[in-house]
């Protein structure tokens, strides 16, 4: 891959401090934790910044189901009451899919379809579903013996399960040929595969993994300030980008408290999900290439940023679904070709793949979940899932796409995706 420089990766306005990220390992990419939130709701500035109160006017992710697969997901937290569906523990650890080890996969469930409730945070996609798939990290991997197939399982699972988004807020530095078939198989099933391009941008910025696949949708940070986040790492396999800096996070396995930070690419992943989930949501029977298609022409970019472009920072701009929802921006196009790698694949009905072709010679799924993954709920409490916002900041990021400043020649003209 050749690097290429941008002379001005931010937004004049509409989107702080970009705060040191830790390394991006064979782990989720995440930050380490700082000061208790006290109020972790009123911290998640994007909400106002994506006017999430007049999306949810028309989408609020009903009917939607998003796979976080990551290191579980509490279920019995506030927020996510009433939300998370049966799902599965791949990685074969102490505990099931609902015993989230780090309090990572939690976050990401939350950010994507939280309620809000008890003062939890607020996902952009509220009344979306969750089907939790866990797989270890390498501290998990330290502690405990695991299974070392649990990504590649993991993912061909929720492909194969009713979630029509895969949430993949995790990476590492090696590349997989199972892994990349898994990732290939879930697009042809018709499925979105969002995953974090990774925190390491200022320590190498080496290859991150499972972002990397060209079958993969990569998703970049950005602060406050609609500036690329230092971390975020970039190059020609970056396709979306959303905020991540300044997130509040459940600071451990505890859930006692959030804790202040940033979010980092996992982050940002998971509110491309949600944002995804919105979309679909208002276009139930679109295939997972219109949803990705609108998400690629609808991106927050700057007037100077030249048609058929993409940025190696950015990729095709902020995640912004309100200016198709609320302003339709972005048309669907072909139901079968991807926009990714131009191929037909997925098109069938509603994203289920139903005329998609799965490779012949990926391996089939070793999974056989009893129940099936989404089959019914893991916790059956109330659920809170009132459409109030929590932003106070007052920004609106459907107003900046003419307002970045991306320096000339920083782009590559329809730009081709790695290939393995």
């Given at each position: 891959m050749t690097a290429r420089t941008i002379e001005g990766r931010r937004f004049r306005r509409g989107l702080g401090t970009v705060a040191a990220l830790t390394a991006l390992t064979s782990g989720f990419v995440s930050a380490a934790p700082a000061a208790l939130a006290a109020d972790a709701q009123s911290k998640q500035w994007y909400l106002d910044a994506m006017n999430a109160e007049e999306i949810w006017k028309t989408s609020t992710g009903k009917g939607i189901t998003v796979a976080v697969i990551d290191s579980g997901v509490n279920s019995s937290v506030p927020s996510l009451q009433g939300k998370v569906l049966k799902g599965m523990d791949v990685a074969e650890a102490k505990g099931d899919e609902t015993d989230d080890f780090n309090g990572h996969g939690t976050t990401m469930a939350e950010l994507i379809a939280g309620s809000g409730a008890g003062g939890g945070l607020k996902g952009l996609a509220p009344d979306a579903k969750i089907i939790p798939f866990r797989i270890s990290d390498t501290e998990l991997q330290n502690k405990e013996k695991v299974n070392?197939?649990?990504?590649?399982?993991?993912?061909?699972?929720?492909?194969?399960?009713?979630?029509?988004?895969?949430?993949?807020?995790?990476?590492?530095?090696?590349?997989?040929?199972?892994?990349?078939?898994?990732?290939k198989y879930a697009q042809a099933k018709g499925k979105l595969f969002f995953a974090g391009a990774g925190n390491d941008a200022q320590k190498g910025n080496p290859e991150s993994y499972p972002a990397s696949y060209p079958e993969a949708i990569a998703v970049a940070a950005t602060d406050r300030e609609g500036e690329v986040a230092n971390y975020s790492q970039h190059g020609?396999?970056?396709?979306?980008?959303?905020?991540?800096?300044?997130?509040?996070?459940?600071?451990?396995?505890?859930?006692?408290?959030?804790?202040?930070?940033?979010?980092?690419?996992?982050?940002?992943?998971?509110?491309?999900?949600?944002?995804?989930?919105?979309?679909?949501?208002?276009?139930?029977?679109?295939?997972?290439?219109?949803?990705?298609?609108?998400?690629?022409?609808?991106?927050?970019?700057g007037e100077d940023w030249k048609e058929g472009t993409v940025s190696n920072y950015l990729g095709h701009g902020i995640v912004r679904p309100g200016a198709h929802i609320n302003r339709g921006l972005g048309k669907p196009g072909d139901?079968?070709?991807?926009?990714?790698?131009?191929?037909?694949?997925?098109?069938?009905?509603?994203?289920?793949?139903?005329?998609?072709?799965?490779?012949?010679?990926?391996?089939?799924?070793?999974?056989?979940?009893?129940?099936?993954?989404?089959?019914n709920a893991a916790v059956a409490g109330s659920s809170s899932e009132s459409s109030e916002g929590s932003g106070q900041l007052g920004l609106v990021l459907g107003a900046i796409a003419a307002a970045v400043v991306i320096g000339g020649g920083a782009f590559a003209v329809v730009r081709k995706r790695r290939s393995a």
């Open positions: 070392a197939f649990d990504a590649e399982e993991a993912i061909r699972a929720a492909a194969d399960s009713d979630a029509k988004i895969i949430n993949a807020s995790f990476g590492n530095t090696y590349y997989s040929s199972g892994v990349r078939e898994a990732v020609d396999f970056v396709d979306l980008a959303a905020p991540g800096s300044d997130i509040p996070k459940w600071c451990d396995e505890t859930f006692t408290r959030y804790c202040d930070g940033d979010g980092g690419t996992s982050a940002a992943t998971a509110i491309a999900s949600a944002s995804a989930a919105l979309i679909w949501s208002a276009h139930p029977d679109w295939t997972a290439n219109q949803v990705l298609r609108v998400m690629f022409e609808s991106a927050a970019r139901p079968g070709t991807s926009p990714l790698t131009n191929t037909k694949v997925g098109g069938g009905a509603s994203g289920a793949g139903s005329s998609a072709s799965p490779d012949p010679s990926a391996p089939a799924s070793s999974q056989d979940p009893k129940p099936k993954p989404g089959s």
